[in-house]
């Protein structure tokens, strides 16, 4: 098994073999549950069998707890009690580190994310079959989610191989992703060059099209570039810690 591998197996088990992993789970899926199905009238106001609700409001609770909690702690918490330097001087490449603990928590994330799957196999297939439900929307939609998951999960990371504090690596990683998820609702107020950069920023203009159904390559290569970039710079980051 490679180093990254062997890197990322520890990680994802790093959270289970804490309450971390459960409490966010179960949170989770008590708010979702929630808002899905009481507030505003939820589920039983709409029309036709859908789960889209589901995928508007997932990225909420992602961006502002799930992702915050599981990546304040990925490079910060190695960096604070200084086992980063004992790790960063073993036989394996920087690279390695980096996509091990993206690839944990990433993981992680999708383990979740996945979860809510209980939604439409339960509503439509198996206990209850509520109708005939578009498959095509929930495929976009849980594609949207999973590029939306690889994007915030990288960003966390980055931010948490710039500080030594866990603490200080939620609220930035909060603060970023509600930023870049609030961009279009700006976006409607401000006119010009200002208001097109937003849009073509704004996490939720981005996910838009996947919860109706649609894919659009220049949102998937969007996300994907995003991801890269972020994973690029917390590598140079570790690596400029590592010469430093």
Known sequence: ???????????????????LAYVVICLSFLVLGAFFFLVGGGFWQVDRASVSQVFSLAPYGL?????????MRLIAEERRSGTLEMLITLPVKDSDVVLGKYLGALGMVMVLVLATAIYPIAMFKWPWNLGPLDTGPVFA??????????TTVAIGLLISSLTDS??????IT???LLALWLLGRFAQYVGGTPGNFMNFVAFDTRLSGFWRGLIDTR?????????ATCLVVAFRALERRKWA
């Open 63 to 71: 961006a502002f707890l799930v992702v915050p909690v599981i990546t």
């Open 174 to 176: 909060v603060f970023v």
């Open 1 to 19: 098994m490679s180093p990254m591998l062997i890197i990322a197996k520890r990680e994802f088990r790093a959270y289970f073999d804490s309450p």
């Open 219 to 227: 949102d998937v290569v969007f996300f994907l570039t995003v991801t």
């Open 141 to 150: 939609g849980y594609l949207g989610l999973t590029l939306f998951c690889a």
């Open 166 to 171: 866990q603490s200080i690596a939620f609220f």
